[in-house]
């Protein structure tokens, strides 16, 4: 199994980015995903989820209006986009495979598969 993450960078305040995540080894479309992030110094916060077919998403408070999550069954990739990002924004960000979706945790324990992650930052 692998989970690929790609496309984080350093951007200004109130700029814009686009994660994707290239997923092989399981059957992508049979799987709720996550975004999962950490902050330099602190432990994992949850992001968003997506259900199997994309039809229902789920954020954190933070993200609600800034993120979208979104996937492409057809080409087993999943996205973040990233919209008003603020240095608090700086992270981390890892995919994942969650245990049970539509849950928002931040228990590491609770996902089974993670990439390696792909870094945020967010600086003038």
């Known amino acids: 199994v692998q989970l690929t993450e790609s496309g984080g960078g350093l951007v200004p305040p109130g700029g814009s980015l686009t994660l994707s995540c290239v997923v092989s080894?399981?059957?992508?479309?049979?799987?709720?995903l996550s975004w999962v992030r950490q902050a330099p110094g602190k432990g994992l916060e949850w992001v968003s989820d997506?259900?199997?077919?994309?039809?229902?998403?789920y954020y954190a408070d933070f993200a609600k209006g800034r993120f979208t999550i979104s996937r492409d069954n057809a080409k087993d990739t999943l996205y973040l986009q990233m919209d008003s990002l603020n240095p608090e924004d700086t992270a981390l960000y890892f995919c994942?495979?969650?245990?049970?979706?539509?849950?928002?945790?931040?228990?590491?324990?609770?996902?089974?598969?993670w990439g390696q992650g792909t870094q945020v930052t967010v600086s003038s």
């Open positions: 997506i259900d199997m077919s994309g039809g229902r998403t």
């Open positions: 994942a495979r969650p245990l049970f979706g539509g849950l928002g945790s931040s228990r590491q324990d609770e996902y089974d598969y």
């Open positions: 080894g399981f059957s992508f479309s049979r799987h709720f």
